[in-house]
Nanobody, 125 residues
């Protein structure tokens, strides 16, 4: 049974920072490509960031590029999302996801087989 558990969400003022973490259990962590998605109230889920098996290649939505950083720590079975210069438009539930197959775009939610329960990020103006 693969489990993903997110942590690190909360309330922050505009311009502030948060760091989300996702711990993966149940299978060898380095067999997964990882991603973060988010869903704001009344909006569709959207891709935020993704990272390949090695951590050498990362991918970002244009809306977060330059502000967010995704990193994986295989020794800890975790993937993190460092979020800087947050603004109210970043308010959403953030989800960690894992893809065990080598094909499929990391930008596409259908590529991922496993999902966390989500963590709320609220940015006040």
């Amino acid at each position: 049974q693969v489990q993903l558990v997110e942590s690190g969400g909360g309330l922050v003022q505009a311009g502030g920072s948060l760091r989300l973490s996702c711990e993966v259990s149940g299978r060898t962590f380095n067999s997964y490509r990882m991603g973060w998605f988010r869903q704001a109230p009344g909006k569709d889920q959207e891709f935020v960031a993704g990272v390949d098996y090695s951590g050498d290649h990362t991918y970002y939505a244009d809306s977060v590029k330059g502000r967010f950083t995704i990193e994986r720590a295989d020794a800890k079975n975790t993937v993190s999302l460092q979020m800087n210069a947050l603004n109210p438009e970043d308010t959403a539930v953030y989800y960690c996801a894992a893809a065990h197959q080598s094909w499929g775009s990391l930008y596409n939610s259908g590529t991922y087989a496993y999902w966390g329960q989500g963590t709320q990020v609220t940015v006040s103006s």
